[in-house]
């Protein structure tokens, strides 16, 4: 004979307890006794009289005119036909409502999955549209940065341009100002040819004018030879020579006489002189006394 229980002593539920408390407890009461968990040699009875106590109160909740727990575990001494018959239709409705109960558990199961699916693709479609944003953002990046690029670049060109424009404007104002400053030196040097050439023109003309007097003079006084009280000897420095003189010439020191050695020097000797007194600023009167 099967040992009597109480369902609800079983779950550890009270009387009127609600499908959630229920549920709660036998979770509850399922981590205990589970033959997965439990080590006790009846666990599988246990965990069977567990479950038939839970389903026989759900379907107390469901169907409350279904028999008590008392009536189908709790066998009377003696059962007649129409009773057996009571108990039979109580486990078919017993079995009928399992049916149902599992069939919406599982339309429940299909919904929720068919709800987790339609997240999932929402979610996936929003991933997809945030990585399709994300990509346009990236490649709108990546061209502002070329088009950046391209505009550093085309400055740094338009600079290195600009640095070689004026690096050759540099050099051809240094070209020109060379060649200004050459023009310049050879004006110059033109300029001191010519005063050289003038000075040279000058220098042979004094010099033509002062051998045509001497040769004048000489030539008067071989023509009217006068006895002179110039010295017979050569003035220049300390030559003293007595031969070879010539006639004698004006000196700041009276008439003296070179000889043929030291004339010319005396000559250049007071053209260098009457040079210098001109360019220190000698008269007009001077210059025609000379």
């Known amino acids: 004979m099967q040992e009597s229980y109480d369902p609800r002593e079983l779950l550890g539920v009270p009387i009127g307890a609600s499908e959630d408390e ?73 079995r009928e409502a399992e049916q149902h109960r599992r069939a919406r558990r599982r339309a429940s199961v299909q919904g929720q999955t068919r709800r987790a ?37 085309r400055q740094q060109r338009l600079a290195a341009e600009r640095a070689k424009r004026a690096e050759r404007e540099r050099e051809e104002r240094e ?30 003309a004094e010099r033509e004018r002062e051998e045509r007097i001497r040769g004048e003079q000489h030539e008067r006084e071989r023509q009217n030879p006068q006895i002179s009280d110039s010295p017979l000897y050569c003035a220049w420095k300390a030559c003293g020579a007595t031969r070879g003189l010539s006639s004698p010439v004006s000196t700041p020191l009276g008439q003296r006489r070179f000889c043929k050695k030291h004339y010319r020097d005396y000559i250049e000797f007071r053209r260098d002189a009457q040079r210098r007194e001109t360019s220190a600023g000698g008269s007009g009167d001077s210059w025609r006394e000379r």
């Open 117 to 153: 699916e339609q997240k999932n693709q929402r979610f996936r479609a929003e991933m997809e549209r945030r990585r399709a944003a994300l990509e346009a953002a990236e490649e709108e990046q990546a061209e502002r940065e070329w088009l950046e690029r391209e505009e550093e670049e």
């Open 175 to 204: 070209r020109l100002e060379r060649l200004e400053q050459e023009k310049q030196e050879r004006l110059e040097q033109e300029r001191l040819e010519h005063e050289r050439r003038a000075r040279r023109q000058q220098m042979l």
């Open 22 to 94: 229920l549920r709660k407890a036998f979770r509850r009461k399922a981590k205990t006794v589970h033959p997965d968990v439990s080590d006790a040699p009846d666990a599988a009875e246990q965990f069977s009289r567990l479950k038939a106590s839970y389903d026989l109160l759900l379907e107390r909740l469901s169907d409350p005119a279904a028999p008590t727990p008392e009536t189908l575990y709790r066998r009377a001494p003696e059962v007649d036909p129409e009773q057996q018959e009571k108990i039979i239709q109580a486990y078919r409705r017993r």
